[in-house]
């Protein structure tokens, strides 16, 4: 990427010899094709026809022969020999001949370093020409040259050229800049001055050849910046492409040492808004503590982040990265999801770009999950990925896992272990074991699903759970014992030497619990030894090692013999690991006191492994750059430097002005009112961003429209205007809230839509009105155009929205149930069938509410609040949970303008707010129906209940009984379905109870008061069947309670809501124990 020197001189260079190369083919493709290579050829007669050419008085053929010349270079072939011939000709006076000579002698003139320094003095004069690209190309030529000896001339001639009038021959200085100094370094100090001349340049296309060269020379010379830091940021967006990305990694380097962190002061922030929370002012006034002035960000800071932010549009992939690596390390945690957008655009790019910006994804993912939560599809692997892109869209998967979306994502893996893909299907298996570990409500849903994948015919596969079995069985080893004795019963099966090892390890560490087994092992294990791989003799040596100390009775002799034949094997590790053991093992005289330690050695607990994500500590390196991709420091690499704790003086970035005369004109009118203008279109206005808050953001907002107006040049028109008016939505979205945060909501919906159509109408005569009316309407414009945003919002799309981008506001679109059974029969292989007409949904149960607490009566100034779940259909949305909150007034005044203000809520939950109680009397007690969209997650909704004087944050903590929705259905129908619901879709457990629960009337009264499911009927008197669904996604959940003998239950929950189904088996089974 950007870390190493990038030579703009090389690569130039290619593309001109390219195209050159090219026309020289097609003009000489007929001449050229017969003096191909011949056998028994004469090697110094390959370029006789050349030689004759360039020999010839007519430029004609002269310059016939440097374009089959300059054809050979761009073809790759060596034309070194005829350097003799071609150097001859850099005196012609034929400009287009001139031209490719120099062409020709940059490419050479290193190898050909006597014979270049002949025409020295010819380059010399070269660089007076009139033309500025023989100038330009001299200079090149001349700075080609790698002898110490015209360091002089090449420096005097890198001054002249600084001072050129051509902005293209001072481009070719700063280039000529970096090979002086990579020549001699002791010019340092004298190149140090030209970089300073140069930086001051205002030609773009100067810009990003000197910041190149200021990186290579004197990176660590920031004072230079100060004084153009503000013209590089304006430049920015008129700048060559490949100059925006050095550009962009220097000022991101730069803003490291000369801003503050915007990090620390959002937390610093956050503190001080709690403490206003529940602190009045009079009690500050009363302690005379002054509040603590809110972080306000650097204008010079919000300049690099504003006019770097247009550049996301940009059509080269590593103007994004660039962009995208600058936002990471130095936006607010708050305003770096705008870059996630343009990272996905670039995933349809060739895959070289898919792999370097799917690596930093990954890396962003671990720090910063909800910046690609709502593009989870983004990250579907498609089978015609290559194995690597695979692997990287699977690690970003992994990563994004969460409560909500991991059925969703466990469905994907079932469907990629089935890949022909063998690595890709092996890291699968692995990924499933992260999100197991990771999400401890899916752990025995991933447990079940590895162990069905142990009947897989691939052997790989196998190899592969039986690895990843191993590591989370060491989590919790005393609840899957059966587990264990499955994979012993594999063993005679599985051929991979690496799973045969993981399944001995396994016996071996934990054969206390498997006491008949593990000898049984151990003996057929010892038959096979010597025919057995390197890796699974040590671990046979384990075994019988950790037998032997347990169970020295059946193991004993067997040890014995494993020990003798081991002594002889070939490998020499085998050998060693043989003596240690039996000098631990088989005590004798020459034993030393090391073997009464040996159950100590072989037999301590070991600690459960940590299945972490390979690019956990990536982020050490800086993002978009080679040594973050290769994961080790790259030659050339430049350090991140770390957030200053103090804020050094900004004035060093302050440059005089020099006001332009204003010429007056006969009418009386000046002239310095459009050089004012201009200058408005590369300036930040300070005024604005030094006076009050909320004045600043409308300020940024205004002038991010105005510079994303001007970047349009540089991207294309369509997305540009698109994407603009997204940006204004937002940042008037943004600052419409903070204005309107006092402001008390419309009593109903109906009149907030009224109200607002008549502030539409109001603005529309206020704007043909008076002057003076236009205070009175200020409040209603903002509530105008707040509306309008929101609008424009909705019916834009702009062609960054992909087929992925079609819902942002939810993380994860949650399945329909019907495509959701489908999927999962897909899987399992059975028939389809409709369950549409089978499954309706029934009347509830009827059981006692329970009530919740959700505001105290002290708490809440004589105000207290319970809530309780209906059971019922919520009347809003059939997606929401219906929620009845009773409130009541406990004080001796009436309590006023009762309704719900700001929301906390997590991604994709909703709420609909309960109407405004106008007056609440004392005593008095008044329902309030509300409805809840938990997005089937037991999250809670956090709110605050407003009054007319006070504000109290309240939080509505749902149940998982009460996200479900009771269904009818037959016996045979729900044994279908859960068919359907398998291996990964089903978690069971066993219960132990007392005679008096397991009676048939006790189960249903404990389930049905647990969770609003409805009674399947059942042809057997010791099976009780339980059918619902979820609310927000209709996904069934089927329960299933066989009582055994002895008062034991056979609990088994099918569903596709993995996380559902986990806490529900947890929750059921601890009403069902209970007495």
Known sequence: MATNSISYNDQGLGRESTELGQEATAMTSGGGAGAGFRLFSV???????????????????????????????????????????????????????????????????????????????????????????????????????????????????????????????????????????????????????????????????????????????????????????????????????????????????????????????????????????????????????????????????????????????????????????????????????????????????????????????????????????????????????????????????????????????????????????????????????????????????????LVYLLSNRDENVVAESVVVIKKLLQTQPSQHSEIIKHMAKLLGNITVPMARASILWLIGEYCERVPKIAPDVLRKVAKSFTTEEEIVKLQILNLGAKLCLTNPKQTKLLMQYILNVAKYDQNYDIRDRTRFIKQLIVPNEKSGALSKYAKKIFLVQKPAPVLESPFKDRDRFQLSTLSHTLNTKANGYLELPEWPESAPDPSVRNVEVIQPVKLVTPGGKSKGKKDNLDGKFYSDSEEQEDSSQSSESSSESESDSKNEDSSSSSSEESSDSESDKEEQNEESEYSNSENNKTKTKPKKLNSATSSESEDSSSEDDSESGNDSDLENTVTQKKEEKKTVSVKAAKQEISLLDLVDFSDVSTPVTLPKPVMASRLAADLEGLSLSSTAAVIDVATPVFVPPKSYPLLHRMSGKGLGAEYHFSRQQCIYNSKMVSVQIILTNNSDKEIRNIRIGERKLASGMRIHDFYEIECLEPGTSKTASMGIDFCDSTQAANFVLCTCNDQFSVTVQPPVGELLMPVTTSEKDFKKEQGKLTGMNENSTAITGSPQNSSSQAIVHKVVNMANVGVVPSGQDNIHRFAAKTVNSGSLVLITIEVKEGSTMQLRINTEKSVIGSVLLRELKSVLSQD
């Open 43 to 449: 090697d110094y007669k390959k370029n006789e026809d050349l030689h004759q050419m360039l020999d010839s008085n007519k430029d004609s053929l002269k310059l016939e022969a440097m374009k089959r010349i300059v054809g050979m270079i761009a073809k790759g072939k060596d034309a070194s020999e005829l350097f003799p011939a071609v150097v001859k000709n850099v005196a012609s006076k034929n400009i287009e001949l001139k031209k490719l000579v120099y062409v020709y002698l940059v490419r050479y003139a290193e190898e050909q370093q006597d014979l270049a320094l002949l025409s020295i003095s010819t380059f010399q004069r070269a660089l007076k020409d009139p033309n500025q690209l023989i100038r330009a190309s001299a200079l090149r030529v001349l700075s080609s040259i790698r002898v110490s000896i015209i360091v002089p001339i090449m420096m005097l001639s890198i001054q002249e050229a600084v001072n050129d009038l051509s902005p293209y021959v001072r481009k070719t200085a700063a280039h000529a800049i970096q090979k002086l100094y990579s020549l001699d370094a002791e010019q340092k100090e004298p190149l140090i001055e030209i970089i300073e001349k140069l930086l001051k340049d205002k030609s773009t296309l100067v810009a990003g050849s000197v910041v190149m060269s200021f990186e290579e020379v004197c990176p660590e010379r920031i004072d230079l910046i100060h004084k153009n830091y503000r013209k590089l940021c304006n430049l920015l967006v008129d700048v060559e492409e490949w100059g925006q990305v050095v550009i962009i990694n220097m000022l991101t380097r730069y803003a490291r040492t000369q801003f503050l962190s915007p990090w620390k002061e959002e937390m610093m922030l956050d503190e001080n808004n709690e403490k206003a929370f529940y602190d009045s002012d009079e009690d500050q006034n009363k302690n005379g503590v002054a509040a603590k002035k809110p972080y306000i960000m650097d204008p010079d800071h919000r300049l690099l982040l504003r006019n770097t932010r247009p550049l996301l549009q940009s059509r080269n992939a590593a103007v994004v990265m660039g962009v995208a690596q600058l936002y990471w390390h130095l936006a607010p945690k708050s305003e770096v999801n705008i870059v996630a957008k343009s990272l996905i655009r670039l995933l349809r790019s060739h895959r070289e770009v898919q792999y370097v910006v799917l690596q930093n994804i990954a890396t962003m993912t671990i720090r910063n999950k909800g910046m690609f939560e709502p593009y989870l599809k983004s990250f579907y692997i498609r089978s015609t990925d290559p194995t690597q892109i695979k692997i990287l869209k699977l690690e970003i998967l992994t990563n994004l896992t969460s409560e909500t979306n991991i059925p969703i994502v466990l469905r994907e893996f079932q469907t990629y272990v089935k890949s022909q893909d063998k690595q890709f299907a092996a890291a699968t298996i692995q990924a499933i074991g992260r999100c197991a570990t990771n999400i401890s409500e899916v752990t025995d849903t991933c447990l079940n699903g």
